[in-house]
């Protein structure tokens, strides 16, 4: 299993400005991956983030919004920039060990509210 | 591509109700499937899963069983109590393309009654 700390908890922040999310687990893992929850809807992920190398991304989503970094094994950090109300959501942090039929776990989100 | 479409909540019950949430899914071959429960203010965590045809997974009361005819993951459970009251995904694991990426549905909001 895996234990995923992520914050801040919850944000309100104003539109224009950007906002880092930190992710902590506590093994080591390759893989790290961020998903978006907009209001009322289901999880889409943003990326997958590998460490040593550039964070892959879903479409509809660009480095330039979403830059990531992957310093280590255990550590990753998502910046949401030059936010707009529509980036409102929760953004999760998920790690899942290589196969098909294993566990993701996760973050507990981090709540952002863009006025 | 892969999908998957859940009922649309959210499902109100009383206490010690049936409880059923369907979700099907489009994918290639055989994906893997899990339901996974996200309880107010916390992360997602995983609920069951099954990995073939015909399994049955099971925890905590609830049971889903793999439908490959019907391409259906459906939720139960006998009994419900308040502390079920949570929001629950279907999410399934494809086959190729990215096996280590989950495709979720929309997700269906529980509320229990005393």
């Known amino acids: 299993s895996a234990v995923i700390s992520q914050k801040p908890s919850r944000d309100i922040c104003q539109r224009g400005t950007s906002l880092t999310i930190q992710c902590q687990v506590d093994?080591?893992?390759?893989?790290m991956f961020w998903y978006r929850q907009q209001p009322g809807q289901s999880l889409t992920l943003i990326a997958t983030?590998?460490?040593?190398?550039?964070?892959?991304?879903e479409s509809g989503f660009v480095i330039d919004k979403f830059p990531i970094s992957r310093p280590n094994l255990t550590f990753s950090t998502l910046t949401v920039s030059n936010m707009s109300p529509e980036d409102s959501s929760i953004y999760l942090c998920?790690?899942?060990?290589?196969?098909?039929?294993?566990?993701?776990?996760f973050g507990q989100g981090t709540r952002l509210t863009v006025v | 591509g892969n999908s998957v479409t859940q009922m649309e909540g959210p499902v109100t019950l009383s206490e010690e109700a049936f409880l059923t949430i369907n979700c099907t899914y489009t994918a290639t071959g055989y994906p893997s499937l899990f339901w996974y429960v996200q309880y107010p203010g916390e992360g997602l965590q995983l609920l069951l899963k099954?990995?073939?045809?015909?399994d049955k997974g099971s925890n905590k009361g609830f049971e889903a069983t793999y439908r490959k005819e019907t391409t259906s993951f459906h939720l139960e459970k006998g009994s419900v109590q308040v502390s079920d009251s949570a929001v629950y995904f279907c999410a399934l694991s494809p086959v190729s393309g990215g096996y280590n990426k989950l495709i979720f549905g929309a997700g269906t909001r529980l509320a229990v009654h005393p």
């Open positions: 093994s080591q893992v390759t893989m």
């Open positions: 099954a990995t073939k045809a015909d």
């Open positions: 983030a590998n460490q040593g190398s550039e964070a892959t991304y």
């Open positions: 998920s790690v899942r060990p290589l196969g098909q039929n294993t566990e993701a776990f």
